[in-house]
């Protein structure tokens, strides 16, 4: 016996459930499928357990895809608002924290309950766990395009979704399946790193930085002319915090990144305003960073010499102290990976697939949705919504 839906979605995590709503909302039998035993664990863990579940300000600028502009049309189509309107809906309670990244004032869990009702409300049907062994095109002279073997039984869609994720946070079961079933249909992907991701310090960086776990530092960071200004965050390892996470989708193994430790200040100008004081310069900088930092910062720039007095230092010396400071140039050693990873970079290439549907121009009825896609969004509550958006641009096709 084969079980046949007119679409399969196999992954139960924001884009997926999304599809599943939208197919099944127009009247599409609709089988949803997911290894795991929980629901939306990416869901439940994001946004420290309160879902940072969109951002007002989202547009196709916030998103790092080798097709800049693909991400346009399916943002258009379902937005923020949309979202929001859906939260409201189902009266869940949610605030602004900063640069419209909307957060529930309750727990993720609202989240995933709403998805949840609006499943069963549309008549989705639900496997869950559900190990997918293999999918196959259908023979020709057969009613349906796809043939899937599952642990569950043998299984037949006109419409297949892979809405499977990338290989972020691995714990949670991530895998890379979305990946394979591309390759096995002859879709393209394109490379697949790390991102909004800590970095770690090279041996040299850590000698010096290592004991200040947890300082913070208002500061600006760039790669590649990108800038963010945004906590900076020293860990055991390397670097962290919000800044750090978006810097992190703009650099690849070897770049320097650039950090202005003084972001509101010419380091010049305060330095020579105060080359006549006999004040240490940690000291001097405890003013306007963490004094630990300071001191061990301080301690690595001079380390040639004993630390002086400001009035001790020539105008050469106080001018390269200056230039660190608001160019603060670092070469991490690499990033502390998929681990600790809250998204894939890159993944199915956009240039494979409709920006409208989502559906891929080989191989009609197969479609891929969220992040298995290579479309990444800034920190903010930006890749959910890409989420919901590219979920919904399929479930309206399928």
């Given at each position: 016996m084969k079980l046949k839906k007119d679409v399969v979605v196999i992954g139960a995590g924001a884009a997926g459930l999304m599809c599943a709503i939208q197919a099944g909302?127009?009247?599409?039998?609709?089988?949803?499928?997911?290894?795991?035993?929980?629901?939306?664990?990416?869901?439940?863990?994001?946004?420290?357990?309160?879902?940072n579940f969109t951002n007002l300000h989202t547009k196709s600028e916030n998103f790092v895809s080798h097709n800049p502009d693909f991400s346009r049309s399916a943002l258009a189509g379902f937005t923020p608002q949309d979202?929001?309107?859906?939260?409201?809906?189902?009266?869940?309670?949610?605030?602004e924290k900063k640069f419209g990244q909307?957060?529930?004032?309750?727990?993720?869990?609202?989240i995933i309950d709403l998805l949840r009702h609006e499943c069963n409300v549309a008549g989705v049907e639900w496997f869950m766990p559900c190990q997918v062994k293999n999918?196959?095109?259908?023979?020709?002279?057969?009613?349906?395009?796809f043939l899937l073997e599952t642990d569950r039984g043998t299984l037949t869609a006109d419409s297949l979704v892979i809405a499977t994720g990338g290989l972020s946070i691995p714990k949670i079961g991530a895998t890379s399946f979305g990946y394979r079933i591309a390759e096995k249909f002859n879709i393209g992907v394109t490379s697949l790193r790390a991102g909004l991701v800590p970095?770690?310090?090279?041996?040299?960086e850590l000698v010096w930085f290592s004991e200040l776990s947890g300082v913070a530092i208002d500061a600006t960071m760039s790669c590649h002319g990108v800038f963010f200004r945004e906590n900076l965050l020293i860990t055991h390892r390397g670097l962290s915090g919000p800044g750090i996470l978006q810097i992190s989708l703009y650099y690849n193994p070897g770049d320097i990144i650039h950090i202005n430790l003084l972001p509101d200040l010419d380091a010049k100008i305060l330095l020579f305003n105060n080359r006549s004081s006999n004040i240490l310069l940690?000291?001097?900088?405890?003013?306007?960073?963490?004094?630990?930092?300071a001191q061990a910062w301080s301690e690595m720039i001079m380390r040639v010499e004993p630390i002086k007095p400001m009035n001790q230092y020539s105008e050469d010396e106080l001018r390269g102290v200056a230039i660190q400071l608001n160019d603060w140039q670092i070469k991490p050693s690499g990033t502390l990976g998929f681990?600790?990873?809250?998204?894939?970079?890159?993944?199915v290439d956009t240039h494979e697939l409709s920006s409208k549907t989502m559906e891929t121009k080989k191989e009609p009825g197969l479609y891929f949705i969220g992040e298995v896609v290579d479309v990444t969004g800034n920190l903010g509550g930006f890749n959910f919504q890409w989420a919901w958006a590219s979920g919904y641009a399929a479930g309206q096709s399928v």
């Open positions: 909302k127009r009247g599409r039998s609709v089988l949803l499928l997911d290894h795991a035993t929980k629901l939306a664990e990416k869901i439940r863990i994001s946004g420290g357990g309160r879902c979202f929001v309107a859906l939260v409201e809906k189902h009266g869940i309670h949610y605030h909307l957060f529930c004032d309750g727990s993720s869990q609202q999918v196959n095109r259908a023979d020709i002279k057969d009613n349906f395009k970095l770690v310090f090279s041996a040299d940690p000291n001097l900088l405890a003013q306007y960073l963490p004094k630990r930092f681990k600790k990873a809250e998204v894939t970079l890159g993944g």
